[in-house]
Each structure stands twice: as structure tokens, then as C-alpha cells.
């Protein structure tokens, strides 16, 4: 078991030996000026088509019926799979059972019509968003072969194959490339609204954070119609909550997930109001939010694992595992291990969170594979429980590609594990400074800057962050925020003549 106050070091505990080589951003990077020169035919591709078998929720086929009867079901599965391809080409949630259907029809299309490339980037970006929902990651190669083959067969105006490309990309982690197909698409339909939130979420991801405002600014000016106007106002909440505009960013949420579609669309914004919730510490509103995304669409993931992280606030140990292990079966992703892993640390079950960091391992080398950069987070797994140098040579690396606020966080983080304060503090200024960037109200990164300082022994700082710390939130890790509790009794009350803080 690592302790926060015990830096650990050596080679040995390394996650990673070595840091993987960025091959899909180049092979991404590449794919926008080879695709639209042209290519070998689409029916090459089919040939080596992967046979996989239909995930978990694939619908049934409809029962024999009379003749109307099936004419009316044929006819409610297109309407249902028209509304399910606007959904995925407009980047909006979608329900797995219906993603499924849309992924076999479209699989069915390309193989009669090689050449149909709106199918191609149909398929493509339902793959991307499967991808989101199960965390198959043999699902992201799929999309980049489906995706490149329309760019191959219809390269011209093809603003489908270009924004997917761009969704795909910030999925892997690959914010440069996302930029360059979003800016693509953007050039080529200037008017399409769906382009620029996956614009916006490839400049935060690089810490151009201007050029995100200025997207946001452009989108709402578009006034796109009522169907888009849920996505607009999700998007805005969470460009608000990275600028510090909490109220701000709750409002837009709230009214989204009023506003929403489809249970699936209104369970995503739902989830995203329950993690506004969490990161202001409101234990019992954030469970409510999750749990009401849960019973509105039980394949979201992401509001099962926020479930687990708010009964485990709430002292509600064994309902918390239970939740983190049913996010875990639904959508096995890395950092959802990395949560429960440190959540069994926390509970001294030690054994139970070995195995969630070796599991942790298994899938960060899974998504590596698929070209999913987790660069980030395998430098904080080294900063807290591994080899503090690897942290900080990995994120330094990450840094130096896409510097943006958590990069930033977590490299000061990693250099304060490895004994470089100074440098340490940087970064956290970076982090938590307004005027340097940092705009988000976050308690881990206040944790961090604090514990720096306290290092540095500039107490009066270092107060103030920890305090913030745990005004913010005082749940917000199940091993850093009795750390924070326990540095604050150590430093004392304030002196009378210090700075109060804000």
C-alpha cells in the first residue's frame, strides 16, 4: 500500500517501462491529407472486415407477425435508426441497444455498397460512440478504418467522415489532430452546428482555452433548432465550469437534462449535473442526479461509477463497491479502476486494491493498443503509487504535446512527489490561477498546490489552499482529503496577521 507521506521511487515500480510511442496520432495526423488525396478502393477494406460478435444489448429481432404487423415494425426500425444516425453524426448521446441496430444495419449497407460513403461515416462515428458507452477498444480501429474509407470514397464536402475523425480523436486523447479535423469540417460547413463542441473539447484538451470561449461564442450564435439546443446548453455548462462560473455552469445542465430528446441524451446531462454536484461536495444531490441518470439509461457508465463515488461520501462503503463494480461491468475503463482501487486503499483492504492497480495496468496497455493516449493518467497513478520520476517524465512529455489545466496539475503534483517543490509550484499556479490559466474551482488541484507550499513553508498559502481544499469539497478523495485534514491540524490555527482567506 502507498502512504501519501511516503514518496516511492526506483525504477521498479514503474507502470510502464518505457513511454509509448504516439503511433496513432501520426497515423491520424497523416489520414487528413492522404485520405482526401484519394485511395484504394473501399471494397479492400471489407476484405478485412473484423468478425466480432454483437455486445451486450443488441436488440432481438422482431417476432413473425402478419404482413402489416412486419411492415409497421420494418418501418418503426428506420424511423428508430434515422434518429439514431442524426443522433451519432450530431454527436449526442445514444441508447446501446439502438447503437447496435445502427452498427448492423450500416455493416449490412457497406458490404452491398462499398462506395456509399455517407454509410462509411455513419458507421464510423456509431463506433466511436460504442466506444464511449462499452470502452471496446477494438471499436476506435474500426472507426478510423470505416472513417478513412468515406474520406477515400467521397473526399469532397465530406463534413460527416471529418467531424467523427475529430470525435474519434479526442476520444484517443489526440486533441492536435481532433483540432486539425475539426477545423476541417468546420471550413468545409462553417454552419454546422455539431462541429464545434468536439472543437471545444479539442482546445481545452490543449489548454487553448481563448479559442474554446470564442467556439462556444460562434455555437451559441448559430442558434441552432430545439433538438440541438440540450447538446448547446451541456456544452456551455462545461465550458462555464472550467472557467469557475459554477452557478452558471449548473443552470445550463439543469436545463438540458429538462430538455433532452431521448432518456439516453437526458441521462448524460443528468450525469454530467451529478459530477457538478459531487465537485461542490453536495453528497446527497449528486447521488439523486446519478441515480435518476442510472434508472433512465442502466448502460451509463459514467453515472454508475459517479453512484460509487457518492455513497462512498456518504459512508455507504459496501453500496459504493457494489457501484463501482457494476461500472466496471458495464464499461471497464481504467481510471473508474483506478477510483475503486484507491477507494479499497482508503478502506485498508489492501489486497482487493493490488489487484484494481494491476487491473488498472492491464487496461491502460489495452487502450494503448487502440491508440487511446492515458498518458495523464498513468502519470498520476506513478505520481501516488508508483515511480514519482516516471510521473514526471511522462507528464512533462504530455505537457510539452497538450497543455492543458489537469496536465498542468498533475505534473506539479508529480514533481512535489519527486522532491522538485520549486518546480512543483509552477504548475500548480498554472492549475489554480486564474490569471495563468486555471479557472476551474477544484479541490484537488487546491489539495495539491497546498501540500506544495506546506512543503516550501509558505504556511500561510499552504492554509488557505487546504482549507479551499476542503471548502470546496470535502470529500473529494478517500485518500487525499484526510490527508488535507490532518496537514491543516499540523500548520495550526491562522495568525492574527495573516491574510484571510477567500
Not at 12 to 32: H, K
Amino acid at each position: 500500500m502507498c502512504s501519501l507521506d511516503n514518496r516511492p521511487s526506483g525504477p521498479t515500480a514503474s507502470l510502464l517501462t518505457e513511454p509509448q510511442p504516439p503511433r496513432r496520432r501520426r497515423v491520424l495526423r497523416r489520414l487528413l491529407v492522404g485520405s482526401l488525396a484519394g485511395g484504394a478502393a473501399a471494397g479492400a477494406v471489407l476484405l478485412l472486415w473484423p468478425q466480432h460478435p454483437a455486445p451486450r444489448g443488441a436488440a432481438a429481432p422482431p417476432a413473425a407477425g402478419s404482413r402489416a404487423q412486419g411492415a409497421a415494425q420494418a418501418k418503426a426500425q428506420a424511423a428508430a435508426q434515422a434518429a439514431t444516425q442524426t443522433a451519432v453524426l450530431d454527436g449526442l448521446p445514444a441508447a446501446l441497444p439502438d447503437l447496435t441496430s445502427l452498427i448492423g444495419a450500416r455493416e449490412s449497407r457497406v458490404r452491398a455498397q462499398p462506395k456509399d460513403a455517407r454509410a462509411w461515416a455513419v458507421l464510423g462515428a456509431a463506433y466511436v460512440e460504442r466506444a464511449r458507452r462499452t470502452a471496446d477498444t477494438a471499436d476506435y480501429p474500426r472507426a478510423e478504418r470505416a472513417l478513412q474509407t468515406s474520406l477515400r470514397t467521397a473526399a469532397k464536402g465530406n463534413t460527416d467522415a471529418l467531424a467523427a475523425l475529430a470525435a474519434l480523436a479526442n476520444a484517443r486523447r489526440d486533441f492536435a489532430t481532433a483540432r486539425q479535423f475539426g477545423e476541417a469540417a468546420l471550413k468545409a460547413a462553417p454552419k454546422r452546428w455539431s462541429t464545434y463542441p468536439v472543437l471545444i473539447d479539442a482546445y481545452d484538451g490543449l489548454g487553448d482555452y481563448k479559442a474554446a470561449r470564442s467556439a462556444l461564442d460562434k455555437l451559441m450564435a448559430l442558434k441552432p433548432g430545439a433538438a440541438a439546443k440540450p447538446a448547446v446548453m451541456a456544452r456551455a455548462s462545461a465550458v462555464y465550469r472550467d472557467r469557475g462560473w459554477r452557478e452558471d455552469a449548473v443552470a445550463q445542465v439543469t436545463d438540458a437534462a429538462a430538455a433532452a430528446g431521448t432518456p439516453a441524451e437526458q441521462a448524460a446531462y443528468l450525469t454530467q449535473a451529478g459530477q457538478l454536484a459531487f465537485e461542490r461536495g453536495e453528497r446527497d444531490d449528486a447521488l439523486r442526479h446519478f441515480t435518476a441518470a442510472v434508472r433512465l439509461d442502466p448502460d451509463q457508465p459514467a453515472a454508475r461509477a459517479g453512484q460509487g463515488r457518492a455513497l462512498a461520501a456518504l459512508g455507504r462503503t459496501q453500496e459504493a463497491l457494489t457501484a463501482y463494480q457494476g461500472a466496471l461491468g458495464h464499461r471497464p475503463t481504467p481510471d473508474v479502476t483506478l477510483e475503486l482501487a484507491e477507494l479499497y486503499e482508503a478502506l485498508g483492504m489492501g489486497q482487493q486494491a493490488e489487484a484494481q492497480y494491476a487491473l488498472m495496468q492491464t487496461r491502460v496497455r489495452r487502450e494503448a493498443d487502440a491508440g487511446v493516449d492515458d498518458e495523464l493518467l498513468v502519470g498520476r497513478y506513478e505520481a501516488d503509487h508508483g515511480d514519482a520520476q516516471e510521473g514526471v517524465q511522462r507528464l512533462s512529455a504530455e505537457w510539452d504535446r497538450q497543455p492543458g489545466i489537469e496536465v498542468a496539475d498533475a505534473l506539479g503534483w508529480a514533481l512535489h512527489r519527486a522532491g522538485d517543490d520549486k518546480e512543483a509550484l509552477r504548475y500548480a499556479s498554472i492549475a489554480t490561477d486564474s490569471t495563468k490559466g486555471g479557472g476551474v474551482r477544484s479541490a484537488s488541484y487546491a489539495f495539491h498546490r497546498g501540500m506544495i507550499e506546506r512543503d516550501l513553508e509558505l504556511d500561510a498559502s499552504a492554509r488557505r489552499h487546504l482549507q479551499d481544499a476542503l471548502r470546496i469539497n470535502p470529500y473529494f478523495s478517500p485518500l487525499q482529503a484526510p490527508v488535507a485534514r490532518a496537514t491543516l491540524s499540523t500548520l495550526g490555527d491562522q495568525p492574527p496577521d495573516e491574510e484571510a482567506p477567500q
